[in-house]
C-alpha cells in the first residue's frame, strides 16, 4: 500500500491546518508515494520531497504558484512527465537528480527546452546558452526511443550532432576518467565537470 502525503502530515509539519494557506512544506525522507493532496494546495510555492517514493509529476501540476520543486531521490523515470511542469511559468528552480530520468543522456536540455523559465536545475544555473541550445534542438526521436541506460561511468549529457539542421543528441562515449565522485552537464560547447556534494 502506497503511502500518501495527507492533510495530518502537513499540517503536522507546516503549522498550518488549512491546506490552501501552506506556502511551504519540507516532508523530506518519508517514503511518500501519492501526493494527490497537493490539488488541495494552490498557493504553495515552495516544494521539498526529495528522499521519498513519488513516481509522477501529475500532482504538481495542480500547484500554480509553485516556485522552487525539490525532488531528488524519488521514482521519476519518465521524461515526458516534465509536461505536467510546463504550466507553471512561475517554476524557477527545479531538483530531479538521482531520479532514473537524471540518466537519460538527453536529460538537462529536454527539461530546458519544455521549461524555459527555469533558472536553476539541480542546483546548476541554466545559461542563456544552454537555453538558446535546447530551444534548437529536437527531441522527439529520443524520446520515441528506448531510454538510455548509462552506467556510472558514462552518466555525462552526450553530445550534440547536427541532423537536418535540428541538433540531436547522441549517447556519450565511455571516456578513461572515473565519474565516481563527478557529475557532467552539457554546455552547447563544451562538458563541465564538478565535485557532487
Not at 531510454?147 to 547536427?162: I, K, V
Request: aromatic fraction near 6%; proline fraction near 7%.
Amino acid at each position: 500500500m502506497s503511502k500518501k502525503m495527507t492533510a495530518e502530515l502537513v499540517a503536522a509539519k507546516s503549522k498550518c491546518d488549512n491546506l490552501s494557506m501552506v506556502r511551504n512544506l519540507n516532508l523530506w525522507g518519508n517514503d511518500i508515494e501519492d501526493v494527490s493532496i497537493l490539488r488541495e494546495m494552490p498557493n504553495v510555492e515552495v516544494l521539498s520531497l526529495s528522499v521519498n517514493q513519488i513516481a509522477s509529476l501529475k500532482e504538481f501540476g495542480n500547484c500554480p504558484r509553485l516556485q522552487e520543486l525539490y525532488l531528488r531521490k524519488n521514482n521519476i523515470t519518465d521524461l515526458s512527465e516534465i509536461r505536467f511542469l510546463a504550466p507553471l511559468q512561475g517554476l524557477k528552480v527545479l531538483w530531479l537528480w538521482d531520479n532514473p530520468i537524471a540518466e537519460k543522456d538527453i536529460y538537462r536540455p529536454y527539461i530546458i527546452k519544455n521549461l524555459p523559465n527555469l533558472v536553476k536545475l539541480d542546483n546548476t544555473q541554466v545559461t542563456p546558452e544552454e537555453k538558446q541550445a535546447a530551444q534548437r534542438t529536437d527531441f522527439s526521436a529520443e524520446i520515441a526511443a528506448p531510454a538510455y541506460n548509462a552506467t556510472p561511468s558514462t552518466r555525462d549529457r552526450g553530445t550534440s550532432e547536427r541532423n537536418g539542421g535540428a541538433e540531436r543528441y547522441a549517447p556519450p562515449q565511455p571516456v578513461p576518467v572515473s565519474y565516481t565522485h563527478l557529475r557532467a552537464h552539457e554546455t552547447p560547447e563544451h562538458l563541465v565537470c564538478r565535485l557532487l556534494l
